[in-house]
């Protein structure tokens, strides 16, 4: 299918027959490189706009964009592919997880950091980071006691958008992760602040070892994100805490906001994110003090367990 796809396209891709997770995986013919080709949701002027500045990137962060081939309406994007370990799959797999120090995940944090500010110098918000889209690259078989927190890639940028947005643009949001703005479509409103609030919640997820809101009702895990702040684990240091609450902060709403008027709750988003981080290098910095302020401790047994039980 692939392949009948470019053909007439491009003769420069070899492609495998089937996807991985709706991904086709292949090399680039004249130099065996590794490259992915998947189909892109959406084809408006707004996506495409964010796609001419991020495939001019060349940064080893974030996941390298060769092309985008048009076939019968629908539109594929074909990237470099890395291999490596995905966070998603390290926070699914507890025997990997408990290999992994929190100060890795902290250093790990300040590199994603880093390659979303690249992006946001180009104006663009990625607004899709989430632990899935975060992989760690390393050679394989190589244990994660040898992988380092440099190696981060970025991949995914199928919901980026140039900003400011527009108003009247609406876009896909993601349950757990996308900050409040985002999830009622107030797109005019996001900012690097908006990343950065989701950079937040990845960093509570990776120390825990769990997301801050939790339940098997799609409409409660909403809720719950929209209007209720993260909640601070025993195990948790204040000074760090206070990162994560600067990071993801949202101002609180007095009553459901379909009963709010529409610049009621403009005012109340913009209080939130107007209070968060408002580029990548003030969370970095802090981050970079705490881990100043622990480098010479090392955990208790007893808060490692109390961990490991989701404390």
């Known amino acids: 299918m692939i392949q009948a796809l470019l053909k007439g396209q491009t003769d420069s891709y070899t492609f495998d027959s089937k996807p991985v997770n709706g991904i086709y995986l292949g090399k680039r013919n004249k130099d065996y490189l590794p490259v992915s080709l998947k189909k892109i949701r959406h084809n ?27 076939h019968a309406g629908e539109t594929f994007v074909i990237r470099e592919y890395h291999h490596g370990t995905s966070l998603k799959t390290i926070l699914d797999t507890r025997a990997l997880y408990h290999k992994i120090s929190e100060r890795f995940f902290i250093e790990l944090t300040i590199e994603l950091l880093k390659a979303t500010d690249i992006l946001h110098k180009r104006n663009i918000l990625h607004l899709d980071l989430k632990p899935a889209n975060i992989i760690i690259k390393h050679n394989q078989d190589e244990d994660p006691t040898q992988w380092h927190p440099e190696s981060i890639l970025l991949i995914d940028f199928e ?46 997820e990776m120390i825990t070892g769990s997301a801050p809101y939790c339940d098997c009702n799609p409409e409660l895990i909403l809720n719950l994100q929209l209007t209720y702040p993260i909640k601070k684990r025993p195990t ?63 955990q208790a047994w007893w808060h490692k367990w109390l961990k490991r039980l989701g404390f």
């Open 236 to 298: 948790m240091r204040d000074e760090f805490f206070s990162i994560i609450q600067k990071a993801s902060y949202k101002a609180s709403f007095p009553k459901p906001p379909r009963m709010l008027d529409s610049s009621t709750i403009d005012k109340i988003l913009t209080e939130g994110v107007n209070s968060r981080y408002q580029t990548c290098y003030e969370m970095i910095d802090d981050l970079k003090d705490y881990l100043v302020l622990t480098k010479d401790e090392s």
């Open 159 to 204: 919901q980026s958008l140039r900003y400011p947005v527009a108003k009247g643009l609406r876009n896909r949001f993601t349950l757990i992760y996308s900050p409040p703005e985002q999830l009622l479509n107030r797109l005019y409103l996001l900012k690097p602040a908006s990343d950065i609030s989701t950079i937040g919640i990845l960093l509570y």
């Open 44 to 70: 408006n002027a707004p996506y495409l706009e964010a796609f001419n500045e991020f495939s001019q990137i060349d940064h080893p962060s974030i996941a390298k964009t060769l092309e985008l081939i048009e």
